[in-house]
């Protein structure tokens, strides 16, 4: 074969291999506004029947909410919008708010706290575990189960409680740019039967890990969990992540940018509890869900996407949520792992 052949049939098979990748996953150079709005009306349309999964009811106000609800949005760091579904629906935002709470304990404290205090390694069990407390020294392991969510949330500086809940909602108002709502029912329905984050905190405390009363932090804690949230809101929250940690929208500074690849860090170490693991060999994306339903998956310097659904798999984890979202970013070709 001469030159010229060769050169030809390499063209060919770079051609064939452009066209294969194109038609699985769209590359990032070729993200355009109606490429991402076609792929989230895709994700939509494949997932909204899926009706499997659960409500959360160990919370009972969980159990009453309308478990059809299905709602994506995407957001890009220059501050474009592309979004599907109920997106101005409200659902209370649980463990997804331990992600702004942390980041307060970070901008507050610095990252070694973090990691010495608090710690930064997954449980490998549920999210409420008590033996997994006893497993590690008495300790929470990471700050997105509900030990260290409540033991992070206790160390955010403040004059007393009121004031720590003040500071807990405002960081999280400005990461949503928007004065977020209050879900009193759901508050009433989860202060008065979180006996056993109560004593998570009282174990913690145990072992001289508490910066303020163990009782104290676990009210302001059900508090920060009770906030509303739509996926609109969670994906711009999460948009200040994927943008070195300024809101695109406000442009508000929210998080130190040298902070924002460790709590990226622990997103993926975590976000998913005991599920973790498979959420990550799918996406290669930190993520975190809450048990109202939301999730929110960030991909680093690219986009934020937030999708509301309330029923659970049973590692408490929105089940379109995490279908929806682990489309979205195969489909465009963003999974951090294979850039
Ligand atoms: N408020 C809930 C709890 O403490 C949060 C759990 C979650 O969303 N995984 O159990």
């Known amino acids: 074969m001469n030159t010229a052949k060769i050169a030809l049939a390499f063209i060919f098979v ?10 699985s996953a769209l590359t990032s150079s070729s993200l355009t506004d109606v490429k991402i709005q076609s792929v989230l009306t895709e994700a939509y349309n494949k997932f909204k029947d899926d009706d499997s999964g659960k409500n959360a009811d160990y ?7 309308n478990p059809k ?28 708010s331990k992600v702004f709470t942390a980041s307060l304990l970070l901008q507050e404290r610095g990252d070694k706290f973090l990691q010495e205090k608090v710690g930064v390694n997954a ?23 509900n030990a260290g969510a409540i033991e ?19 960081n999280m108002n400005d990461f949503a740019g928007r004065k977020l709502p209050f879900n009193e029912k759901v508050y009433i329905s989860e202060v008065h039967d979180n006996k056993s984050n109560q004593a998570i905190a009282k174990l913690l405390d145990a072992n001289n890990l508490m910066g303020s009363d163990p009782l104290e932090a676990t009210t302001v804690y059900t508090k920060q969990c009770s906030v509303n949230i739509s996926s609109h809101d969670l994906a711009v929250m999460g948009s200040s992540l994927a943008n070195h940690g300024v809101n695109p ?32 060999y799918a996406t290669g994306t930190p993520a975190k869900s809450g048990v109202g339903g939301g999730i929110l998956a960030v991909v680093p310097g690219k986009l934020a996407i937030g999708v509301v659904s309330p029923p ?19 489909r465009l070709g963003l999974n951090p792992m294979a850039q």
């Not at 770079?14 to 038609?23: H, I």
């Open 14 to 23: 770079l051609t064939l291999s452009l066209c294969a990748k194109e038609t």
């Open 59 to 65: 919370i009972k106000a969980l159990a009453e909410v």
């Open 69 to 96: 609800i299905f709602a994506i949005t995407l957001v890009t760091p220059d501050g474009k919008i592309y979004e599907i579904g109920d997106t101005k629906e409200l659902v209370s935002i649980q463990s997804i």
């Open 123 to 145: 449980t490998g069990l549920a999210f409420n575990s008590v033996i997994a407390i006893e497993l590690h020294g008495r300790t929470a392991s990471n700050p997105f189960v």
């Open 152 to 170: 992070s949330t206790s160390w955010i500086k403040a004059k007393n409680s009121a004031d720590r809940w003040y500071s807990i909602k405002q």
């Open 249 to 280: 929208i406000s442009k508000k500074r929210v998080l130190d940018s040298k902070y924002v690849p460790k709590l990226l860090a622990v997103m993926a170490t975590a976000g998913l509890y005991d599920n973790a693991g498979d959420w990550l």
């Open 312 to 330: 659970l798999d049973k590692y408490g984890n929105s089940v379109r949520g995490q279908e929806a979202a682990a489309y979205i970013i195969n």
